[in-house]
């Protein structure tokens, strides 16, 4: 039997309890840190790393796990600075007005808020440019107000871990984000476990079953089908069990 430990953490603004096996903390996650500990030492400079996953994967709550963590055991790695990649998504007043072409229809890009179009890519890419350099101030997205709110950190830190859907994308323009990573870490997941976790997220959020089920169709599943297939290999991968544990692939 597994010896979960238990955390209570801030995750995008909200309080939530989370829990990890004690053998991913100590078999997985300590050498992943162990790691881009090693690489900062080899390099001699600011450290950029990806962590990547499919919509529903927990990627926000593990890369600030991962940040907890490295900061409780700074006698063993260097901390790093967790940071997301969703405050690069267009603003709300951009979205609301703007329109795009999706299966042959005109449609508000806001409908498809999440799926790579969203994303203000060119930004993102000056703003990683910026932090592997002298550091910059970075956007957040704010999951009260639904927007974004630019320049909302200040960054400095020598290892920085980066999380968001997209950032290993095969696509033109997100090719130019995936070349800025020293390290790559990517979590595989069984789309079925990943519907079941975004439905009932959305229905936690006051959405009814249909509707939910309505909104992973239209854009959910095509983004986890996405990432799941077309990005590139990363450096480290990890597997999303159904009891929401961890295994190195």
Do not use: C
């Not at 005109?106 to 498809?112: T, V, W």
């Amino acid at each position: 039997m597994k010896n979960f430990l238990t955390y209570n953490m801030e995750v995008n603004g909200l309080w939530q309890e989370v829990k990890f096996s004690q053998y991913a903390i100590e078999e997985i996650f300590m050498p992943f840190l162990r790691e881009l500990t090693d690489l900062k030492m080899t390099m001699d400079r600011k450290v950029i790393a990806y962590l990547v996953a499919p919509p529903g994967a927990g990627k926000s709550t593990l890369a600030q796990f991962l940040e907890k963590l490295s900061r409780s055991r700074s006698k063993e790695v260097d901390p790093i600075r967790a940071l997301g990649m969703d405050g690069f998504h267009f603003t709300a007043a951009y979205m609301n007005t703007k329109e795009i072409e999706r299966d042959g229809e005109k449609i508000l890009m806001r409908d498809i808020k999440g799926a790579p179009e969203t994303f203000d890519v060119d930004l993102l890419i000056e703003k990683i440019r910026e932090l592997r350099s002298e550091g910059t101030d970075w956007n957040i997205y704010d999951r009260k107000i639904h927007d974004v709110l630019p320049d909302f950190w200040s960054v400095e830190d020598d290892i920085i871990l980066i999380e968001g859907n997209y950032l290993l994308l095969k696509d033109a323009g997100w090719t130019n984000v995936r070349v800025l990573a020293d390290y790559s870490l990517f979590i595989d997941a069984p789309p079925e476990i990943l519907k079941e976790r975004l439905i009932n997220r959305k229905i936690a959020g006051g959405s009814s079953r249909q509707e939910a089920e309505k909104f992973f169709n239209f854009s959910d599943a095509k983004n986890i089908e996405l990432v799941l297939k077309n990005s590139a290999r990363a450096d480290e991968t990890w597997k999303l069990l159904s009891d929401g544990d961890f295994e190195k692939q």
